[in-house]
């Protein structure tokens, strides 16, 4: 059971990126999925989260408006697009996921047990 995390990079204050998420050893169709990210000096937050099996969507509020979480193009992976991006997006985000879970809401509001390895999302000003 696996997530791999894609996409992050440098872009400067304004702009825009996707990251990717791809699960192995597990379907997408049932667990909830979502993405947390951590920025420096702080802990882990909740970004986005989806429920595989009824694509119903949870941000928390003070995400609400510039990231949005899909299914991927691809099957078995979970996307989210991030505009409009500020200084203080710079974290890493994680992947994560729970089999036992089908909510969006709880999802983000836990502890997922399965996380990604992260990928470094730098936002300059």
């Known amino acids: 059971v696996q997530l791999q995390a894609s996409g992050g990079g440098l872009v400067q204050a304004g702009g825009s990126l996707r990251l990717s998420c791809a699960a192995s050893g597990f379907t997408l169709n049932r667990p909830a999925t979502g993405w947390f990210r951590q920025a420096p000096g702080k802990g882990r937050e909740a970004v986005a989260c989806?429920?595989?099996?009824?694509?119903?969507?949870y941000y928390p509020d003070s995400m609400k408006g510039r990231f949005t979480i899909t299914r991927g193009a691809t099957k078995n992976t979970v996307d989210l697009q991030m505009d409009n991006l500020t200084p203080d997006d710079t974290a890493v985000y994680y992947c994560t996921a729970d089999l036992g879970q089908s909510s969006s809401y709880a999802l983000c509001h836990s502890r997922p047990p399965i996380w990604g390895q992260g990928t470094q999302v730098t936002v300059s000003s």
């Open positions: 989806l429920s595989t099996n009824n694509d119903i969507y």
